[in-house]
């Protein structure tokens, strides 16, 4: 980036809490690829350069999963918990109309795999939560994008 160390820091530190947000959200994928991928016995990541629906993809020898990794959210500052569980949001951060439609919400089968980064309630970026994505609920006004808002019981446990 062209500049200290001390100059992104001090920017982090002016940030407001949207910026937050997207480096809280970049941080977790870093971890994600750098110290859980890397623990899975068995798999190896093989995730193709470019701008792609999702964060990782990571072969065994039969198959190739394709993750997509998400935070937990969190509402005023602390772990968001909605009828007892923990709230995740699933879209992208860019939106956008493409022949008239919301660009947002993924769809079915852009990913294998939601990956849930639980730092917010558990206070540790290599706490993850994790749901087949075709068991995600899907979006009301189109069946074949995932809803923007998921609770993560639903996701299984993996503390």
Do not use: D, H
């Given at each position: 980036m062209n500049a200290k160390a001390e100059?992104?820091?001090e920017a982090l530190d002016r940030a407001g809490a949207l910026t937050?947000?997207?480096?809280?959200?970049?941080?977790g994928e870093a971890t994600f690829v750098r110290?859980?991928?890397?623990?899975?016995a068995g798999w190896e990541d093989v995730t193709p350069p470019g701008d792609l629906p999702y964060d990782s993809a990571l072969k065994d020898s039969i198959s190739t999963v394709r993750v997509q990794v998400k935070m937990q959210r969190r509402a005023a500052g602390t772990a968001?918990?909605?009828?007892?569980?923990?709230?995740?949001?699933?879209q992208r951060t860019r939106g956008g109309k493409r022949n008239g439609e919301d660009t947002r919400p993924y769809r079915f089968g852009e990913f294998d795999i939601l990956?849930?980064?639980m730092e917010p309630s558990h206070a540790r970026w290599n706490s993850y939560q994790s749901?087949?994505?075709?068991?995600l609920q899907r979006l009301e006004l189109n069946n074949a994008r995932v809803a923007k808002l998921a609770d993560a019981p639903d996701l299984?446990?993996?503390p």
């Open positions: 100059v992104i820091l937050l947000r997207g480096i809280r959200g970049i941080i110290e859980v991928a890397p623990s899975l968001w918990i909605r009828n007892g569980a923990a709230v995740v949001e699933v990956a849930v980064c749901a087949v994505a075709f068991r299984g446990s993996k």
